[in-house]
């Protein structure tokens, strides 16, 4: 599932793409047809990424909606666009790009008061605009009042919008804390340090378009190049890069999680 660093790349591209131009919006699958006649040929002003949801802002205070879930993924064209390949939900075509939506959790066309409902629900994005610090103490007061493990209270989209899987483990790997550690017993300078190497790697996750926690020194190769696993230091490995003892997996908030249980006791 794409983390917060994806939905912001996706949404600055998309930007780039059509911001400024009516745009043909139409359901080759058909399950969006309604929705699409309400936006088609109106002119698309900006998309727009909260955590992992994405908001396409038209000239008519409409919007599209689109939470990608486990299985949504975006085919990019030139335009005009070939034949679709499988269930197209959505498809969107400018002046010299078009894009295919094919398998979301959501794809809607909503006004403002829904995005603010959306919005309301989820915590604070490290990566949306507004104060740092008033995110960080939203966040702190979140963790601090519950008993839930601290590798739960991630994950919640109410506490912090953005977060998944890979940014959960890397993140604790990355601090030596251990992630069953409820939220009430985290001390501030250990929340401190975990705001921060968090904010960082979803930063570098938006420069490079896909997650990377491990420094260019470790990897022994500039951070752009690298893919797969070898762009991180725990999820999916087998051994653990500074004690080289095995990882291990438990599972938290219903998702694997990975881990060394010896250097995050
Ligand atoms: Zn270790």
Known sequence: MPEGHKTH?????????FAGQAL????????????????SRKVMERCEAVGKHLFYHFENDRLIHVHLGRYGKYRTHSSPPPAPVGLVRMRLVGE??????NGPTTCRV???????????KLGPDP??????????????EAVRASRKPIGALVLDQSV????GNIFRAELFFELGVDPRLPGAALDKATFDSLWKSLVKMMRTGLKYGKIVTVTAKEARAPLATLEGRDRFRVYGKASCPRCDRPIETIEIAARKLYWCPACQG
């Open 160 to 163: 912090i919008a953005g977060v």
């Open 96 to 101: 010299a790009r078009s894009l295919d939506l």
């Open 110 to 120: 909503i006004d403002q008061h829904t995005r603010r409902e959306v919005i309301g």
């Open 24 to 39: 043909s919006v139409t359901s080759p699958q058909g399950r969006f047809r309604g929705d699409a006649r309400k936006v």
């Open 127 to 140: 990566l949306a605009e507004g104060s740092s610090a008033r995110k960080k103490r939203l966040v702190w």
């Open 9 to 17: 790349f996706l949404a600055r591209q998309h930007t780039g793409w």
